[in-house]
């Protein structure tokens, strides 16, 4: 009996220390989220500034959009966020089917939730390459759809990962933590640098996403499938061996 119950704690030991080596900006998987939160703000750039002030990845501020649409306030949607809550929500629940039959399997489960990131993204990129989107059309809804399931499936994985301050997609905690736990505020100051490097990789997605969009909403969707791709070819196959 006692052999037979020893994979589980095993693997809880096993993810655990997964976790704490994570902590460290220098580890790879540390280093793979803070590409996917950079990808985050390439996102969140296509569907803000260009698909009708809506969100596909912060849900936190679809609500808050969502409600002040409802209230009749100008210029904003509801529709849109409304399509994103759903897509995104459906997207997590799949996330946490594939979690939970994963296991504490990372390697497998991360390399399964980029291949449906990236697929998703890449049907966007085909979808805004041969038309053109609108906001408040059936293309902008299906556009915003791809990626809020995309980024469900993603949210779901890296919540089950668990790695501190790296959620890839919202950043009040983190900010807060940076703020709560520096030496100024009489703490220790540790994970500064994780923290740091989480806000500086989404304010830099946001801005090359911004730019980019200016030209074409192509030109961000591409990159952030292109990352998203780069991720799975680099991080899961070493992760794999090395589990």
Do not use: C
């Amino acid at each position: 009996m006692s052999e037979l119950s020893t994979p589980a704690p095993q693997a809880q030991s096993d993810q655990e220390s997964l976790r704490r080596a994570a902590r460290s900006i220098r580890h790879p998987l540390a280093r793979a989220l803070l590409v996917l939160t950079f990808t985050t703000g390439l996102v969140d750039a296509v569907s803000y500034l260009g698909l009708g002030r809506v969100f596909t990845a912060n849900m936190t501020g679809n609500i808050v959009l969502l409600g002040f649409g409802l209230a009749g306030s100008r210029g904003l949607p509801v529709l849109a966020p409304l399509v994103s809550l759903g897509a995104f929500l459906l997207g997590a629940g799949v996330g946490g089917l594939l979690a939970h039959r994963m296991g504490d399997r990372h390697p497998r489960d991360i390399a399964r939730a980029l291949v449906i990131e990236v697929a998703l993204i890449v049907i966007a990129v085909v979808v805004t390459a041969a038309v053109t989107v609108h906001p408040d059309r059936l293309s902008g809804d299906l556009v915003i759809a791809l990626l809020a399931f995309a980024m469900g499936v993603r949210n779901a994985t890296v919540r089950r990962i668990g790695v501190p301050d790296l959620t890839t997609t919202v950043l009040t905690l983190t900010l807060t933590g940076l703020a709560a736990d520096s030496r100024l505020a009489g703490g220790s100051g540790a994970g500064s640098a994780r923290r740091a490097a989480a806000v500086l990789a989404m304010l830099g997605g946001a801005l090359s996403g911004a730019l980019l969009v200016k030209t074409s909403l192509v030109l961000p969707l591409a990159a952030a499938a292109g990352l998203a791709l780069l991720t799975w070819l680099v991080y899961v196959p070493a992760a794999r061996r090395a589990s």
